[in-house]
T-cell receptor, first 111, second 114 residues
Framework: AQSVTQPDIHITVSEGASLELRCNYS??????LFWYVQSPGQGLQLLLKYFSGDTLVQGIKGFEAEFKRSQSSFNLRKPSVHWSDAAEYFCAVGPGYALNFGKGTSLLVTP | DAGVIQSPRHEVTEMGQEVTLRCKPI?????LFWYRQTMMRGLELLIYFNNNVPIDDSGMPEDRFSAKMPNASFSTLKIQPSEPRDSAVYFC????????????FGPGTRLLVL
């Protein structure tokens, strides 16, 4: 069965510092991987996705993620965090139409 | 495009009452998903439709929950009777029916059952 694990429930980062959010998946074949962001009181917005090809994927708002098959990981990164990046981040895996979401990582950005 | 539209945005009701949540997907999208988000369980897929037909409803908690999609531009999720444990944020999402397509989420309906 497919599953997604986001090991960090909360992360605090200083504004301007780099960020890495972890995501591990379990799936028997090549997965389709997604990162979504949810701002307070809002729906989820897609940051980036990976299907195949280049394992380093660029997304919106300066985010990128790297697919590492050997580690079953799809970690999200940003070189310099802005206060507006404070939000909930969800990793998701989908072999088909329906997605399986992780529990999310809440990002707090301090001045 | 207006995006996925959900109504109401907030709903407060009393236990035992019927609740109906509504969703209008993005025009041209033929897959529609209903999710429920709680602190304890995170984001759970309740049901998804393809071309107005329910494909997978294994996530629907129990018979009190039902969902319909009478046409390509409208879907409802109904809870009858509602219970306090149904309190959650309910999201509707839509996408094109191709594997790996991006799902576009609505703003959600925040339901509180007293």
């Amino acid at each position: 069965a497919q599953s997604v694990t986001q090991p960090d429930i909360h992360i605090t980062v200083s504004e301007g510092a780099s960020l890495e959010l972890r995501c591990n998946y379990s799936y028997g074949a090549t997965p389709y991987l997604f990162w979504y962001v949810q701002s307070p009181g809002q729906g989820l917005q897609l940051l980036l996705k990976y299907f195949s090809g280049d394992t380093l994927v660029q997304g919106i708002k300066g985010f990128e993620a790297e697919f590492k098959r050997s580690q079953s990981s799809f970690n999200l990164r940003k070189p310099s965090v802005h206060w507006s990046d404070a939000a909930e981040y969800f990793c998701a895996v989908g072999p088909g139409y329906a997605l399986n979401f992780g529990k999310g990582t809440s990002l707090l950005v301090t001045p | 495009d207006a995006g996925v539209i959900q109504s109401p945005r907030h709903e407060v009701t009393e236990m035992g009452q019927e609740v109906t949540l509504r969703c209008k997907p993005i025009s041209g999208h033929n897959s529609l998903f209903w999710y429920r988000q709680t602190m304890m369980r995170g984001l759970e897929l309740l049901i998804y439709f393809n071309n107005n037909v329910p494909i997978d409803d294994s996530g629907m908690p129990e018979d009190r929950f039902s969902a319909k999609m009478p046409n390509a531009s409208f879907s409802t999720l109904k809870i009858q009777p509602s219970e306090p444990r149904d309190s959650a944020v309910y999201f509707c999402a839509s996408s094109l029916s191709r594997i790996g397509e991006t799902q576009y989420f609505g703003p959600g309906t925040r339901l509180l059952v007293l």
